[in-house]
């Protein structure tokens, strides 16, 4: 199994050094080819670990001297996730390959090589992250993905682009400094980078270093008061947004943080009360800022803010001692990674048929484009928490793991009326969105909207597919 992990990180790294020295026009086939053999690799190493027993392991893979610098941590979370970000990449390049051509309505450009392999850096960088068995690999792949996502934001070289990418890679970075001191004091305490020595450390040293952990994941994953580089980051073409900042950017900081609270065993609770309080006023805040929003990718990029939220708040509800919630947060990391990428990818069809992603200019869609207005309402519905789509499961078991809780900490009460609340106000403002984009008589950009290659509609109708079935899928792998 270590093999396979190993290859599904070094496959599409392999793939975008050849990107680079080959033909432009090459470049779409090569990054399908090594992006698909990446998730090819991320399938049977899930496969292998299901036929041997599901039982967790961990191998090396780099020692300097008596300290093992990376490692491979095979297991029900790592498989998962690995599965999810790295066959995400696979679609996301296949629908880019439709996606950046001269028939483009709002950005005419066939996509240059870089575009291919920056992206294919970034995919294999996921997988080591996510399959990372030390701190300090966590640390190298994390900086990684900062600085693949500078070069992916940046793409269009247009002056917003290249600004949102630099606020980008300065706030993410800054907050990695969280996860150098976290590496610096588990090393100093213990001689290990291993994240399972997180448990060996005494009360406060071990505080440290997941505050640490935590602040790097609020910048990875854009909470308050770290958030202000996600909407500028909506420069970037719609793929590599659906990408960034649905499946694996933003996914980062949470897995991180569920790593280590996986890893950790008795937490501070004044720890998982920091996690709560601040998971609660970035939900808020992101729900009343997506409000005024009528650039569909800022709307969906705000959104994204208070999807994060819930999962920071159900793992610090694992923290807090709720194995309900913590399976419930990693189900809605793989279950919002399908369902955003089908709403953000739907904006990309948008930007490419009819030119625009202002809502308002958006009508008819049912009548004119029936698959697209189908991609609206289940988008909608999914984001919204409603059955039978995948989140609703997901925000189930957060909301059933935060009660199961009350017995011992009275005050998650109003914090949990609160989530819910604001889970029943998300519907509805993307339920009213749904009725005036998809139903009535086309508008003139939805009236003149040109055929969506079929490669974009296959992802779409895959997307359409697992925003229904994913949840059974973490379910059943997670338990």
Known sequence: MDNIAFATILIPAAGAILVMFSPKMAGKWLGMLFSAIGAICAGALAYAFHADGRVAKTYEVLRFGNTVIFGITVDSISTLIGFAVILLGFLVVAYSSSYLTP?????PHEARPRYYAFLLIFIGAMAGLVYSSTLIGQLVFFEITGACSWGLISYYEDEKGIRGAMRALIITHIAS????VAAAFLFSATGTFSIEA????????????LIGILLAAWGKSAQFPLHIWLPDAMEAPTPISAYLHAASMVKVGVFIFARAVMSAGGIPEWVAWTGIIMAMITMVFGFFMYLPQRDMKRLLAYSTITQLAYIFLA???GAL?????????IAHIFNHAFAKS????LAGVFSYGLGTRMLPDIRGLLAKAPLLGICFCVGAMAIGGMPPFNLFFSKFTIFAGGVGLLHQHKGLIPLLIVALVESVAAFAWFLMWFGKAALGKPSPAVASAIPVPWGMQAVLIFLIIMSAASSFIAAAWLG
């Open 177 to 180: 400094l969280g996860l150098y």
């Open 103 to 107: 028939l483009h309505r709002e950005h």
């Open 315 to 317: 793992l610090s509800l």
């Open 342 to 345: 089908l709403f953000f990818l």
């Open 321 to 329: 001692g709720s194995d309900m919630a913590f399976k419930g947060g």
């Open 198 to 209: 997180i448990a060996q450390l005494d009360g406060n040293t071990k505080a440290v270093v």
